[in-house]
């Protein structure tokens, strides 16, 4: 089992910035993919970005490239979305999401159905 536990999302202006939080327990987090997925009012979930469980391979939403950036920090167990030049149109529920991969992958996931694992998601509203 993993748990996961957002944190970061607020209310912001067009054009600012925000960092997410992402703090995994239960299973060794360096074992684990990432992925970050949204949800606005209405809408199904949709990718937003994915990271290997080294690091070392990353993937973007063509709606985030560039202003988005996923990292993670497996000494501290904790994936991070850095979102800049936010839009109206990136408001919605964030969720973290993990997929056990062992050791020998280091591939980035965009399928939301390839995560076993979820967490409660954040709130990011950004107002224009």
């Known amino acids: 089992q993993v748990q996961l536990v957002e944190s970061g999302g607020g209310l912001v202006q067009a054009g600012g910035s925000l960092r997410l939080s992402c703090a995994a327990s239960?299973?060794?987090?360096?074992?684990?993919?990432m992925g970050w997925f949204r949800q606005a009012p209405g809408k199904e979930r949709e990718f937003v970005t994915a990271?290997?469980?080294?690091?070392?391979?990353?993937s973007y939403a063509d709606f985030v490239k560039g202003r988005f950036t996923i990292s993670r920090d497996n000494a501290k167990n904790t994936v991070y979305l850095q979102m800049s030049s936010l839009k109206p149109e990136d408001t919605a529920v964030y969720y973290c999401?993990?997929?056990?991969?062992?050791?020998?992958?280091?591939?980035?996931?965009?399928?939301?159905?390839?995560?076993?694992?979820w967490g409660q998601g954040t709130q990011v509203t950004v107002s224009s």
């Open positions: 999401a993990a997929k056990d991969v062992g050791y020998f992958n280091n591939v980035a996931y965009e399928n939301q159905y390839q995560y076993g694992y």
């Open positions: 239960g299973r060794t987090f360096s074992s684990c993919a």
């Open positions: 990271i290997s469980r080294s690091g070392g391979s990353t």
